[in-house]
């Protein structure tokens, strides 16, 4: 007669790591896959105009009113040769992207992704203007300054650490 308690028991438990298994294996059959979100995994934006995607487009500037470098990847999907202009609101630019190629700002040595004159303070959004072949978008680009060590190579005319804060001296009342 001891025994069926101790059978029911058992049973329970059993029962219950059964059913929190299931409970530990089984949510993802329910919920969205965070693998499949596509999200801009860096500082700069994801969008695309006509055939051209852009990936972690951003802008680099030392401050309000300096030249701002664009940094950031743009990939023709189409056939054919595209132009992209790039309007921003003081210049524009324009680049060539070869058919089912690539333009990496970074990796240009003129000074096709530099525009002059970026009306924002750092930690901004601008926006540019990106045409391919007929099709137009405006589009909010974040503006970032040297802060960040990954970006300080891409400041037009170089980055400069702001000054350390001078701390005041202020003697206690007591000791004088």
């Known amino acids: 007669m001891n025994s069926a308690p101790k059978k029911r028991v058992q049973l329970a438990a059993a029962g219950t790591a059964v059913l929190a298994l299931l409970g530990a294996t089984g949510?993802?059959?329910?919920?969205?896959?965070?693998?499949t979100i596509q999200y801009a995994a860096s500082d700069g934006i994801v969008d695309s105009v006509g055939p051209v995607l852009l990936r972690n487009i951003l802008i680099i500037t030392s401050a309000e009113g300096e030249p701002g470098a664009l940094l950031?990847?743009?990939f023709n999907e189409s056939d054919s040769a595209v132009q992209?202009?790039?309007?921003?609101?003081n210049e524009n630019s324009q680049v060539t992207i070869e058919a089912n190629g690539k333009y990496v700002f970074e990796d240009e040595v003129d000074d096709d992704g530099t525009l002059e004159g970026?009306?924002?303070v750092p930690g901004s959004l601008v926006d540019l203007e990106f045409t391919v072949n007929s099709e137009s978008e405006t589009i909010r680009v974040p503006v970032l300054d040297g802060t960040l060590e990954e970006y300080r190579e891409y400041v037009p005319g170089g980055f400069t650490p702001p000054p350390a804060p001078i701390e005041?001296?202020?003697e206690?009342?007591?000791e004088l």
């Open 172 to 174: 206690d009342e007591e």
């Open 84 to 89: 992209v202009r790039i309007d921003g609101e």
């Open 72 to 74: 950031g990847t743009l």
């Open 118 to 120: 970026i009306s924002e």
């Open 27 to 35: 949510c993802s059959a329910v919920n969205e896959q965070a693998t």
């Open 168 to 170: 005041e001296v202020v």
